[in-house]
């Protein structure tokens, strides 16, 4: 524990994240209030020439009951703006009891989980433990198919490893069910994905696979000697003093008071699937932790901040790669082009009965954390873009607006495109 422990408290010491009491919530905020109630935050300083204008609050209310219309049980969403937070409920967190969406309950918060290990990977290049043009197979020896395929690869979704959930959940309920009990060794999942052979030439293009981050997830064990999990507590969870963000893997219970997930079958019509309770085993170091909205604003937010790693270090970590028109793809980190002109750092996350949109501006001041607990539904996930127009591009003229991009899939099974 000795290097992870040391280099927490020294993060701790330096950072400047006000305690979760700072900001703390009413006990059960009401579903149709907004916490604290204040005027309009001054535009916070983004890009050089852009300015993110105040938030919407209105428009991020409507996204809200328009994942509800869509059939998702609840959304939320929480921004804390430079000081102020805002939070806004709609719908349930729980079905069977009618119990609302409360902004401090915690919920799975899949491939934003990809942020995570890529900071912990990052701190090891900081520390000289890892190197990110060096072969995977340096460190792993004779785990990959092709020595070429190096870190930096598989950060950016370079490497061309096919993602085994493509056949995993090719057919949504029942592949969740093989796998809701089931536990993996991260090399079971690396033996699925090449049974495929690589999707791109490693370095090339843009290929998004889980399997990427499994493996990085292999490479923090073997530079470290310790588990994924002593990683982000050490590194990340205890410096930040988060409450509410665990890797509980392989346990299936969210700790807490929790929203419930509800993943959506492929045949029209059927009954929505509680799918709260599960191993995430399959997801591991590329989807399997559990975090607040508080928490993860407090995460992106400082990491966008540079508290987290050295300035080289987040330089690289937003190199960004093409994935469209509208966005780019870093090391572990997103960046999204809004239809104002704005750009957002940051993931998105999907789990089995979770979508999670986790952003923040370039200076880290303004941060959105928005839920809707269901997935395996293009309709609310193409809800969910709506959330980060409202809170960073607010009310824009109808000329001044551009359009808003269709999200094609999720980062479950990314070959898939579900109706």
């Known amino acids: 524990m000795g290097r992870g422990t040391a280099l927490g408290a020294a993060l701790l010491s330096l950072l400047a994240v006000p305690a979760p009491t700072a900001f703390a919530a009413p006990a059960a905020p009401a579903a149709d209030s907004v916490t604290p109630a204040v005027a309009a935050a001054p535009a916070v300083p983004a890009a050089p020439g852009t300015t993110v204008p105040a938030p919407d609050l209105t428009a991020l209310r409507e996204a809200l009951r328009s994942a509800l219309a869509k059939g998702a049980p609840g959304a939320m969403a929480r921004i804390d703006d430079n000081g102020t937070v805002r939070r806004l409920t709609e719908g349930v967190a729980d079905r069977a009891t009618g119990r609302p969406m409360n902004t401090d309950d915690r919920f799975r918060i899949g491939s934003v989980t990809k942020t995570f290990t890529s900071v912990v990977v990052l701190q090891l290049v900081d520390e000289g433990r890892l190197d990110l043009d060096t072969s995977v197979n340096t460190y792993l020896p004779g785990l990959l198919p092709d020595d070429r395929i190096t870190v930096r690869h598989l950060l950016s979704h370079r490497s061309g490893l096919h993602d085994y959930t493509d056949e995993m959940f090719a057919q949504t309920v029942p592949g969740f069910e093989a796998v809701r009990n089931k536990v993996f060794s991260h090399q079971d999942l690396v033996k699925l994905s090449l049974q495929k052979p690589l999707t791109v030439e490693p370095g ?110 987040l330089a690289q970590m937003q190199e960004w790669v093409p994935v469209n028109s509208t966005q780019g793809y870093g090391l572990g980190l997103r960046r999204r082009d809004l239809s104002c002109g704005v750009s957002v750092f940051g993931h998105t996350g999907t789990v089995q009965g979770y979508y999670t949109y986790s952003f923040t501006s370039k200076d880290g001041k303004r941060t959105l954390t928005s839920l809707a607990n269901t997935s395996n539904t293009s309709d609310v996930l193409n809800v969910m873009p709506l959330t980060l127009e409202a809170v960073f591009c607010g009310k824009k003229p109808a000329a001044a607006r551009g359009a808003i991009p269709v999200e094609r899939h999720e980062d479950i099974a990314p070959s898939l495109v579900r109706d």
């Open 204 to 313: 090339t293009t843009h290929a998004y696979s889980n399997t990427n981050f499994v493996v990085a997830g292999m490479l923090v064990e073997k530079a470290t000697g310790r588990t994924v999990q002593s990683e982000y507590r050490d590194r990340i969870i205890k410096p930040l003093k988060q409450k509410d963000t665990f890797y509980v893997h392989p346990a299936t219970a969210i700790p807490g008071r929790h929203v419930r997930g509800y993943l959506r079958p492929d045949e029209a019509g059927a009954p929505l699937v509680d799918s709260t309770r599960q191993t995430a085993s399959w997801a591991q170091s590329a989807g399997a932790m559990i975090s607040s909205t508080h928490d993860l604003n407090t995460f992106v937010s400082t990491l966008l901040r540079g508290k987290l790693m050295s300035p080289a270090r």
